[in-house]
């Protein structure tokens, strides 16, 4: 959504995808005043919309109220999936970006309140609260506070499965919570798919070297991580967990799936049930795999 918003004609979003300034209690990647408001200098007054994408905006304790401290008149874009599914992309990425160093989902789940504690955290890692599947993914909790905020006419809620059965209606509906006008747009290009390691401890291992360079405050950036990114990381499906698994996940989401069903007012217990059995074919919004993030919000 990001990306097909970034190149409406009337609105602007920085190239810098997820600045996460707001977020204080989690680690920014742009840290000063100057250097966030740099990212829209090259908005004009053609631009009806201003914002920015940060996933981890939702689930901080502080990241709204920074949020609204800037720009009253914030509106908040918020992006759902089931957190059945979610739970598991989210481990998947942070093995990719060398956070997680369990590769088994279970296992790592299993870990969140030892990791809490701070205990049997991945060498130099600071996304400790990221690595805790369970509240990060705890999606009706975290908008009843958004709404606690923010007024709910200032809060667009699109839910993965329906971006992915009817992209252009979801992003028709966006523009009008924006009141910014069609473009046209017929094309719904997917981003973020689902992606695998080719060779996790490589990644590993030089996520364990970026981060002493960082703490030693060497700065000089060769381009390592990225060059094996670039060949390391593939796009690929995830492989399927063990019904066990996904029986232990639906059980722990469930009140909270109940939850986010009354604030939307919509029936949303089929992300409890039992996938389809192979010999049934899925439903088209079930195949498709496009985003992995957890949610965005968008202030301007």
Request: charged share 20%; hydrophobic share 40%; aromatic share 8%.
């Amino acid at each position: 959504m990001a990306a097909w918003l970034g190149s409406h004609p009337h609105i602007f979003l920085p190239k810098v995808k997820e600045p996460r300034f707001f977020n204080t209690d989690d680690k920014q990647a742009v840290t000063t005043w100057e250097a966030y408001e740099s990212l829209f200098a090259a908005a004009s007054e053609h631009h009806q919309a201003i914002g920015e994408a940060s996933v981890w905006y939702l689930s901080s304790a502080v990241a709204v109220t920074n949020i609204l401290k800037y720009q009253p008149q914030s509106r908040f874009i918020v992006m759902l999936r089931n957190p059945v599914e979610m739970a598991p992309a989210l481990h998947a990425e942070m093995l990719l970006s060398g956070h997680e160093n369990v590769d088994d989902f279970h296992t790592a789940w299993d870990l969140q309140e030892d990791r809490r504690q701070g205990r049997h955290l991945p060498p130099l890692t600071w996304a400790r609260r990221r690595l805790l599947y369970g509240e990060v993914c705890s999606l009706g909790a975290q908008l009843q506070r958004l709404h606690a905020s923010v007024p709910a006419d200032r809060i667009l809620t699109i839910l993965l499965d329906d971006m992915a059965a009817d992209p252009r209606r979801e992003y028709l509906r966006t523009l009008r919570f924006l009141g910014v006008e069609d473009d046209g747009r017929a094309s719904f290009r997917v981003h973020n798919r689902a992606r695998t390691l080719r060779w996790p401890t490589l990644t590993k291992t030089l996520f364990v070297i970026s981060q002493i360079k960082s703490r030693l405050g060497i700065n000089l950036h060769l381009g390592v991580w990225d060059r094996v990114s670039s060949v390391n990381i593939v796009e690929s499906p995830r492989q399927p967990l063990s019904s066990d698994t996904t029986d232990m996940l639906r059980q722990y989401f469930a009140p909270d799936v109940a939850l986010l069903s009354t604030l939307l007012g919509r029936d949303l217990q089929h992300w409890m049930m039992p996938e389809p059995s192979p010999s049934v074919p899925a439903p088209s919004a079930r195949r498709a795999t496009s985003a992995q993030r957890t949610a965005h919000l968008v202030p301007y």
